[in-house]
């Protein structure tokens, strides 16, 4: 397992990161039940195997199943009795906890209230990263940046980071932060993959200026990369996709993408998931990759990515097959500055 720096925190995470979507048997919500459903036991063996490869980095949320995903990653570190300090436990605030009208969204008053609650679920006394889980059109960004602040100052949280934020969102909360010695954002958990690469178009530049860690979910897109589904989206009957179709793929990439990455792995003799997740490794700005699955061979597949070295041809040619088109600004961004800076 390789070990990656962290933002420039001096904390250093494994390029692979177990995710924890799929932890929750017997959730009501079908939409959780399609995605996963592994109990105690399963979540034990799977996160021991993930400790044991080396993995030091989990990501949960407190939607997850219903707040059952930290429950069972509480769990299953109690009953492993891994050195805490060995483990990077990340959640997430934002979602729907309860029928209430503050027990959803970034205000102080849930986002206080929702991290007391993952600590109990957790078994923890502190939250090594703790992110909120998207946008909150009811709460200015200034509220939720000082309430994360004053969680770090109580020390329920050492680091902040967001997720699904548009790139203005996350600079404008950066600046606010920057600007009152508050805590800032230390990492990006966003959308990537071969057939989603919107994120560098903005989030990426971001990042990178910002030294942000970029923590890619959905590398398989939702399963569609796993092998399991031809380049028109048809897979076997009861497969995550059939069930719950997201993240949303532009049917018209994926048939161009998934034939180039199984003619990859024809070639390497490495599985089309496996290939997948490597191809998000070999990006420079990616930290760590967050994988998640709904069986012990699904995960040791996953996490064996970090072993792949592919060829430059190789690169090259996932790259040209998923290569976004030109966009506005971007396009007149790169004309601009042919001879501006160096090749």
């Given at each position: 397992m390789r070990y990656r720096p962290f933002a420039n925190t001096g904390l250093f995470v494994s390029e692979i990161c177990l995710g924890t979507m799929t932890f929750g048997a017997g959730s009501a919500n079908p939409t959780w039940s399609a995605i996963g459903q592994l109990g105690a036991l399963d979540v034990q063996r799977m996160v021991g195997?993930?400790?044991?490869?080396?993995?030091?980095?989990?990501?949960?949320?407190?939607?997850?199943?219903?707040?059952?995903?930290?429950?069972?990653?509480?769990?299953?570190?109690?009953?492993l009795g891994r050195p805490r300090e060995g483990v990077i436990v990340a959640t997430k605030v934002r979602g729907r906890t309860g029928?209430?009208?503050?027990?959803?969204?970034?205000?102080?008053?849930?986002?206080l209230s929702a991290v007391d609650s993952s600590l109990r679920r957790?078994?923890?006394?502190?939250?090594?990263?703790?992110?909120?889980?998207?946008?909150?059109?009811?709460?200015?960004?200034?509220?939720?940046?000082?309430?994360l602040?004053?969680?770090?100052?109580?020390g329920k949280v050492r680091y902040v980071g967001f997720s699904n934020l548009a790139a203005w969102q996350a600079m404008k909360a950066l600046g606010y932060a920057d600007a009152r010695g508050y805590a800032r954002f230390v990492?990006?958990?966003?959308?990537?993959?071969?057939?989603?690469?919107?994120?560098?178009?903005?989030?990426?530049?971001l990042a990178e200026d910002q030294q942000l860690a970029i923590l890619p979910w959905s590398?398989?897109?939702?399963?569609?990369?796993?092998?399991?589904?031809?380049?028109?989206?048809?897979g076997p009957e009861g497969a995550r996709r059939t069930q719950f179709d997201f993240p949303p793929v532009n049917p018209d990439r994926l048939a161009v993408v998934l034939p180039a990455l199984r003619k990859v792995s024809a070639e390497t003799g490495v599985s089309v998931p496996r290939l997948?997740?490597?191809w998000v490794l070999s990006k420079p700005f990616v930290t760590s990759v967050i994988?998640?699955?709904?069986?012990?061979?699904?995960?040791?597949?996953?996490?064996?990515?970090?072993?792949?070295?592919?060829?430059?041809?190789?690169?090259?040619?996932?790259?040209?097959?998923?290569?976004?088109?030109p966009e506005y600004p971007g396009w007149m961004m790169a004309w601009q500055g042919r001879g501006r800076r160096p090749e």
């Open positions: 195997a993930a400790l044991d490869a080396g993995v030091n980095f989990i990501d949960t949320a407190d939607v997850y199943s219903g707040g059952q995903s930290e429950m069972l990653v509480g769990e299953a570190l109690a009953a029928p209430g009208p503050n027990e959803i969204g970034l205000s102080r008053a849930h986002i957790l078994r923890l006394d502190y939250i090594d990263l703790y992110q909120i889980h998207g946008t909150d059109a009811a709460t200015p960004i200034e509220e939720t940046v000082r309430a602040d004053d969680l770090v100052r109580a990492s990006a958990q966003v959308y990537y993959s071969l057939v989603g690469r919107d994120i560098e178009r903005e989030i990426v530049p590398p398989l897109a939702g399963g569609l990369l796993s092998g399991k589904y031809d380049p028109s989206g048809a997948a997740l490597a994988i998640g699955a709904k069986s012990q061979a699904q995960f040791e597949d996953n996490v064996a990515a970090g072993d792949v070295r592919l060829s430059a041809e190789h690169l090259a040619e996932l790259d040209a097959a998923s290569a976004l088109a």
